[in-house]
């Protein structure tokens, strides 16, 4: 039973249905179509419905599916019983061969296609190239077949006009060593004439469409199809085939088979040849026969590669021999076309012969030795036309008719053998089936002395002018008591037949009346030898040996040549012996409507192909007995979860036993049967309550084996994380370890070195301890070495390293000349002006006595702006208590001082400027530049902003420090803005009036 598909899709296998009835064929068949299910089962044969559009169901992944697999394990699909046949070739050693058929246009070519696409993708695991090569060949002769022998149709766009039989010949590992193709029954007819709507062979308009000019022009011929006689109604008619791109295809195929370039160019010749054929046409001039358009002979003797007057007497005349003596006879009209016409006709069945004979040659097995390579076997593809009723059936419709009934006689009782040779390796008991036996019908048509050929042959070798009426007769005398035979004169009441005209034969599929119209002229297919010495005659060695009965002489007798009828019959005894010598699988094509639609189903079309492919009859002789078989051991793998008896595995003798104990637990044991090897069931209801049961059951045991194994994935994961953290965490140590040794190492001797470890470099840390080791130990390194250094200082010096530290922390990166590598002596107005430094000195005590301050922090010559906006020369003096203002041309006299409590702030620029602003509480902000410095372009701002920074933090009180420009200020309570700006030219920094505030002017050079 196929696996994974839910009953929503319909029933997989027609076995399986609940009554066997046309009814329910039909209704399930169309579920799974509309459902996009184009594949079913009846037991081990594969119903196919053409979807009319492509599906995504041929890749490589689908064939990953099926590859392997048994029939019943996965959806039913084309590869499902490719893989079948490959299987049972490669593991019992047995040629197979797959049956497939149906009507034109249900897609028995593209199946083919498939299963050859399969076979060739699960093979040469090794990529042998030699395989690949015979692979490749195997694939690329479809094409240039499609191309010779396929045709559209009214029904089909690629409508097969021939019988194809394919033996892939496999060495003893199972790869593809070779193949050979044989061909049944070419509808040579459609050479000269199509119906409306029809075109003939591809390969003339591919030539027409895709050669390029140079060869149309050498083969004497135009892209118009429309310009030639044979082919013009199908040049009219619009259709989705690219000729051109085809064209290109078909040529690389057949280099790649093996063509050579003379014989390609000999294909296309005779192409050519059969088109200007065509096209020629003859008069009378008297009692004269003559051909009006004469320039086609010349051109018809240059593609044949003969003499012109050869031609053209072939054509117009017929050699006789009479005895010894050689006459020759004039043709009418009426002749010359009609030996122009089977001209054309034998011409196209030799070449596309030759095609076939020619891939034969090249892709049969050669030098095999089965002792020294080991069996070789085959797998057989049949792709042949199915059963045909058109309006007018001719003899084409006839043989194809007779196939069928020969190929469906070979289908039932292969079924029927299969079965009753099952039922007896089981030992079950086996009841006789009734079915329809069509060996009547074949016996009608193919018996000796009494079949319809037989009375064909007869009429066709009478002396004396035959005709198809004749026939009729003959058929009448003979068949008159037959009970599928009918024609108007055996029953006059049935006006559907014609009288001299139609017969009817009551087929398997149905009735069909044959007009045997050209019965007589189809069998004898006659053609004149003046033609086949003609041919055989050139000069092209190709054409030459197409035609090897024309190298006979008018006067050697020669057997009468067999007819159509009769080849034809021994080509189908010869098929049917050979499939019934292989294990035959079968692939049954419907075609859903005529409109080549994927939506519709037209439920008429299709209920008469089930009834001619025998589609109803196979399910009643599947069903007759049991409708599922299934081996012990498959059975219990599938349904072992049902009984507590048998899961998970069951301690019976046998599996046997084990199945009887399951089934008699659900109470179906009347209504199976036990044989040796396998479990029967007879009805399908037991066998869908099997699946429910089971479906329920796995959806339990799925829950439970996710539990578990969610559970185990967890406690692994567990003991992998713990296991993991173990190592980890004494990784860790490890390296900790090392890495601290490593320190010791390095910095065992550091303090009796001269930097005390500067230069020492730290080795790499761990990565667990990377963001410890740069913020802790480093750190600490760092604070340890800063206070060995620094241990070791006086106060004046550790008050200058605090200044220098603030300043840093202060002005890093955003201010260039910090003053940090000389020393800052802070009391610079005695150095800067030695000659008042007396003066200074004078104030200074007096002020220290005044104000009690403890230390001079800073002091240095300024250039200031007045309450008045003017600016003037002062000194600043700033002590651990007050910032003193001072006149230096007054001996310093003290001006203004300002209690440090007051200041609040302090902003500089970025630049090398030299301009402070000590910003107050009461906005009345103190704006200088520092001038005077010995030596003259020494930078004091650092010195200032780092020694004001560390007294604050001494006093644990906070002091703003701003880089800024321009600099924001209040004076007396009013904003302004200071600029600087260089100046060229300017000797001395300066300051003046600006509209928003004031302007610095600094030196510029």
């Known amino acids: 039973m196929a696996e994974h598909e839910s009953l929503e899709f319909g029933k997989a296998d027609f076995v399986l249905l609940d009554t066997v009835s046309m009814e329910e064929f039909m209704a399930n068949l169309k579920l799974r179509f509309e459902k996009g299910r184009i594949y079913s089962y009846i037991g081990e044969v594969v119903v196919s419905v053409n979807p009319y559009r492509a599906m995504n169901i041929y890749g490589r992944d689908t064939i990953e599916q099926y590859k392997g697999r048994e029939l019943y394990e996965r959806p039913p699909h084309l590869f499902a019983i490719a893989d079948a046949a ?83 010949n496999f060495d003893f590992k199972g790869d593809p060593i070779g193949g050979h193709i044989n061909n049944y029954l070419l509808e040579k007819s459609r050479v000269i004439f199509q119906q409306e709507g029809e075109r003939s062979f591809h390969s003339f308009y591919q030539l027409l469409s895709g050669a390029p000019d140079s060869l149309l022009h050498s083969l004497h011929i135009k892209k118009d199809p429309k310009a030639y006689t044979y082919i013009k109604i199908g040049g009219q008619i619009k259709t989705s085939i690219n000729d051109n791109a085809d064209f290109k295809a078909v040529a690389d195929a057949m280099k790649v088979i093996g063509f050579t370039g003379d014989e390609i160019q000999t294909v296309y010749k005779i192409l050519a040849t059969i088109l200007h054929l065509g096209n020629l046409t003859f008069g009378v001039d008297g009692d004269v026969t003559l051909i009006e358009n004469t320039k086609q002979v010349s051109v018809i003797r240059d593609l044949l590669s003969t003499k012109e007057e050869n031609v053209e007497k072939a054509l117009l005349y017929r050699t006789v021999a009479t005895g010894r003596d050689v006459i020759e006879k004039q043709h009418t009209t009426q002749e010359a076309s009609y030996g122009r016409d089977a001209l054309a006709k034998a011409m196209y069945e030799r070449l596309f012969c030759w095609i076939v004979g020619r891939i034969n040659d090249i892709i049969e097995v050669k030098n095999y030795d089965a002792r020294i390579h080991g069996k070789n076997t085959v797998i057989g593809v049949l792709d042949i036309y199915g059963f045909e009723i058109f309006q007018n059936n001719s003899f084409e419709q006839f043989c194809i008719n007779y196939c069928n009934e020969k190929l469906q006689q070979l289908f039932i009782q292969l079924v029927l053998k299969q079965e009753q040779e099952e039922y007896q390796r089981e030992g079950i008991p086996w009841k006789h089936i009734d079915y329809f036996n069509n060996q009547i019908i074949v016996d009608l048509v193919e018996q000796q002395h009494k079949g319809i050929f037989s009375i064909l042959d007869e009429a066709c070798m009478n002396v004396g002018k035959v005709t198809d009426e004749v026939f009729l007769q003959g058929l009448d005398v003979k068949l008159a008591k037959h009970a599928h035979f009918s024609s108007r004169k055996l029953s006059p009441t049935d006006k559907s037949l014609e009288f001299d005209r139609d017969f009817r034969i009551r087929h398997y599929a149905g009735d069909v009346a044959y007009s045997v119209v050209g019965f007589i002229d189809k069998n004898k297919d006659t053609l004149f030898q003046d033609f086949k010495r003609l041919l055989y005659n050139s000069s092209n060695p190709v054409l030459k040996g197409m035609w090897p009965e024309g190298k006979l002489r008018i006067t050697e007798v020669t057997k009468r040549p067999l007819t159509a009828a009769t080849l034809f019959k021994n080509s189908m005894i010869l098929l049917v ?137 967890a406690r692994r994961r567990y003991r992998r994380m713990r296991a993991a953290l173990i190592i980890l965490q004494a990784y860790r140590r490890y390296k900790v370890k090392s890495y601290i040794r490593e320190v010791n190492r390095r910095f065992k001797n550091v303090q009796s070195m001269k930097d005390y470890g500067r230069h020492v470099k730290w080795p790499t840390p761990p990565k667990v301890l990377r963001v410890f080791s740069s913020w802790i130990f480093l750190d600490a390194s760092f604070r340890w070495w800063a206070w060995t250094l620094i241990k070791g200082l006086s106060p004046e010096e550790t008050l200058q390293v605090r200044a220098k530290v603030a300043c840093l922390e202060a002005l890093k990166s955003q201010r260039a000349d910090l003053g940090l590598q000389r020393d800052w002596e802070g009391n610079y107005l005695k150095r800067d002006s030695p000659d008042t430094a007396s003066s200074f000195t004078l104030i200074s005590s007096m002020l220290q006595r005044k104000d009690k301050f403890m230390r001079v922090l800073f002091s240095c010559n300024v250039r200031k702006i007045n309450r008045f906006h003017k600016t003037e020369n002062r000194a600043v003096l700033i002590t651990d208590r007050h910032l003193y203002k001072m006149d230096p041309l007054r001996q310093y006299k003290p001006m203004k001082s300002i209690p440090l409590y007051n200041v609040t702030g302090m902003s500089i620029s970025s630049g090398k400027d030299q301009l402070v602003v000590f910003h107050t509480k009461d906005s009345r902000d103190l704006v200088v530049c520092l001038q005077g410095m010995v030596p003259a372009n020494e930078s004091r701002i650092g010195e200032l902003v780092g020694t004001l920074l560390s007294h604050f933090k001494r006093l644990k009180r906070k002091l703003q420090v701003n880089i800024a420009s321009p600099i924001q200020c209040s004076m007396n309570g009013r904003k302004c803005t200071i600029i600087v700006e260089p100046k060229i030219n300017q000797s001395q920094p300066d300051f003046t009036k600006s509209r928003s505030g004031y302007i610095l002017n600094v030196p510029g050079n």
């Open 86 to 168: 490959y299987k049972a070739m490669k593991r019992r050693n047995k040629d197979t061969c797959i049956v497939i058929s149906g009507e034109s246009g249900a897609g028995k070519t593209e199946a083919s296609k498939y299963i050859m696409q399969y076979i060739a993708a699960i093979t040469n695991p090794n990529q042998r190239a030699e395989v690949e090569r015979v692979k490749n060949m195997l694939l690329k002769s479809n094409c240039v077949l499609e191309a010779f022998g396929n045709a559209k149709t009214n029904r089909n766009d690629n409508s097969s006009r021939f019988g194809k039989y394919m033996d892939i």
């Open 577 to 713: 012996e050979n499939l019934a010598s292989k294990e035959p699988y079968y692939v049954r094509c419907i075609k859903p409507n005529d409109v080549k639609s994927p939506l519709l189903f037209e439920h008429e079309r299709c209920r008469h192909q089930v009834e001619y492919l025998g589609l109803l009859e196979n399910v009643r002789v599947r069903r007759a007995g049991f409708a599922y078989r299934q081996t012990y051991p498959r059975f219990l793998q599938r349904y072992k979860m049902i009984s507590e008896f048998t899961w998970p595995n069951h301690d019976l003798p046998s599996d046997k036993e084990a199945v009887k104990k399951l089934l008699q637990g659900c109470r179906f044991d009347h209504d199976v049967a036990y044989g040796k090897t396998k479990v029967f069931i007879r009805t399908p209801r037991t066998l869908f309550s099997l699946e429910e049961q089971r479906a329920e059951m796995v959806q339990r045991i799925i829950l439970f084996l996710q539990k578990v194994w969610r559970g185990a994935l």
